[in-house]
T-cell receptor, first 109, second 114 residues
């Protein structure tokens, strides 16, 4: 399958912005997603971006897509302790998803 | 709606034992999938189904069987458990008609094979 890569860990202070990065390889992906996993729970869809868009903003979340470099990022403004979780990017071929390894975000008070 | 449910939440098996992980969804979704999650490796697709009676292999199918006799249920069978199958298993479902193909995940089953 295609590889989706993320850095393993990010630590920020409460109130700062967090930026989580992801690179993917399948240029035919229709949608790219960000999922959030809280401790002991399954994954929940946080946001997504259609492949013909460059940016999507949803309250504190901003998704940037650079198709030329196959680079996806998630920016969380005013990061809160409740944002501490593992964040997965994923690319799709229809209903099948390929996930990155996940980035653990730690928010310090 | 209960969404996607999985049982059991935790399971310990001895090497060579078999068992079935249960998954059910009440959203009338056509697509169902099984993933395993290992540290630093994200989720890897084991098997998936595009509808009742239709299943296919994902990235890591060896040692696992599935069947899809109804739209609601998609059990995962471990034929002869091995320590390499120690993992957290997630079931997911999605609708073929949903424009963004959003997948809904169950809470997971944590399996330890000794």
């Amino acid at each position: 399958g295609e590889d989706v890569e993320q850095s393993l860990f990010l630590s920020v202070r409460e109130g700062d912005s967090s930026v989580i990065n992801c690179t993917y390889t399948d240029s035919s992906s229709t949608y790219l997603y960000w999922y959030k996993q809280e401790p002991g729970a399954g994954l929940q869809l946080l946001t997504y971006i259609f492949s013909n868009m460059d940016m999507k903003q949803d309250q504190r979340l901003t998704v940037l897509l650079n198709k030329k470099d196959k680079h996806l990022s998630l920016r969380i403004a005013d990061t809160q302790t409740g944002d501490s979780a593992i964040y997965f990017c994923a690319e799709s071929a229809g209903n099948m998803l390929t996930f990155g390894g996940g980035t653990r975000l730690m928010v310090k008070p | 709606n209960a969404g996607v449910t999985q049982t059991p939440k935790f399971q310990v098996l001895k090497t060579g034992q078999s068992m079935t992980l249960q998954c059910a969804q009440d959203m009338n979704h056509e697509y169902m999938s099984w993933y395993r999650q290992d540290p630093g490796m994200g989720l890897r697709l084991i098997h998936y189904s595009v509808g009742a009676g239709i299943t296919d292999q994902g990235e890591v199918p060896n040692g696992y069987n599935v069947s899809r006799s109804t739209t609601e249920d998609f059990p995962l069978r471990l034929l002869s458990a091995a320590p390499s199958q120690t993992s957290v298993y997630f079931c997911a479902s999605s609708s073929a008609s949903h424009p963004t193909y959003e997948q809904y995940f169950g809470p997971g089953t944590r399996l330890t094979v000794t």
